[in-house]
């Protein structure tokens, strides 16, 4: 009798192998890796894939499923190289397309301020308190380049100039804008300023030298055609009447090929100017203006009809510029705070991930 019951559950197993494969998952003992880290699509967010493996130390397989993630980037020299900016695992940096990961600049801290050299994988810059750090080694060794004088404030916003890599800008939780043109051994702070407000990104085109925009949280998106010398609003007074919420700044995408389109996400939704912010026009949504938080946000790097963002609770993806939206389940409980593709693989997408901040309960609530 015994024996009888032991084929029926291998002829049950055989049957769930050959009619359902690829439908059930069987773990044997295994650990489940940690819902969230780093995913990838390979079909424009249809499925998704957990990206996490960061290496086995005694017999144990490390991941990075539990950093909460902010910044994605690729590198342009060799878009295998892929470096995660994040909140409480440092910085992390991927040498095989995602495939693995490994910490170059370890910190309990926030790593967002993350600079790429165009022409060098070796040298990267990053700011981390109220400090900006330069490696020539890929990460493997530090030095500290610059250090902020006026305590309270630290370094938001580090970016390389794409035509002249000697040129290195940062931006100041202040407002005030850095810059060095002997590859960080000395400083000068901008006379010009974008804003009275924390610089959260310094953009650059790579095909346009005229472009460069300052991105702050709460006083807009600012341009400079001449490096910094003078700065012009992107959202006027009349845009944000327009545009209620636009001056709270999100995501910054500029057109791959194009310089003159550029997408923009802020409480407002999502914007697109097609001349270089001279007028802006709203992306059509599901969803009202001001009406859901648009937490990360990606696009083809040259086709700007081809859209993607990400909420609390979904993600979305246009094939035509907002006329239409399709909508799936995210791959992960937490949420998605950081969008990118790769600019040489637009194919694939990654959704970077963070974990909510749990509200604190009061003790008089009964729930």
Known sequence: MKSKKISIIVLMFAAFVFM???????????????DGGIYSSDDKGETWKQK??????????QTISNANISKILFHPLDSKNIYLGTSNAGMQVSL???????PILASSGSVQAIGLDPTSTQILYVGLGSQIKKSSDAG?????????AVSGYSITAVSVD?????????????????KSDDSGASWRALPSQAAKAEIRDIIFHPNDPSFMIAVTPNSGIFKSADRGTAWTELISKETAKKFPGSLSAGSLLPHARMSSIILYASA??????????????????????GEIKILSLAANPYDFDEIYYGTASNFYKTFNNGSEWITRSLPSSRQPTALGINPND?????????KPVQKKKSPLSPF
């Open 346 to 354: 637009a194919g694939k997408i990654w959704m970077g991930t963070t």
């Open 268 to 289: 407002y939704g999502l914007m697109r100017t097609n001349d270089g912010g001279a007028t802006w026009e709203k992306v059509n949504l599901l969803t009202k203006p």
């Open 162 to 178: 794409p035509f002249n890599p000697r040129q290195i800008y940062a931006g100041v939780s202040n407002g005030v804008i850095l």
């Open 140 to 148: 493997a060794t530090w030095t500290v380049v610059y250090t902020q």
């Open 52 to 61: 996490v493996f960061a290496g086995i130390i005694k017999k144990k397989t």
């Open 96 to 102: 095989d397309s995602g495939e693995s990961w490994k």
């Open 20 to 34: 359902g494969q690829g439908c059930i998952t069987l773990s044997f003992g295994a650990k489940k890796v940690q």
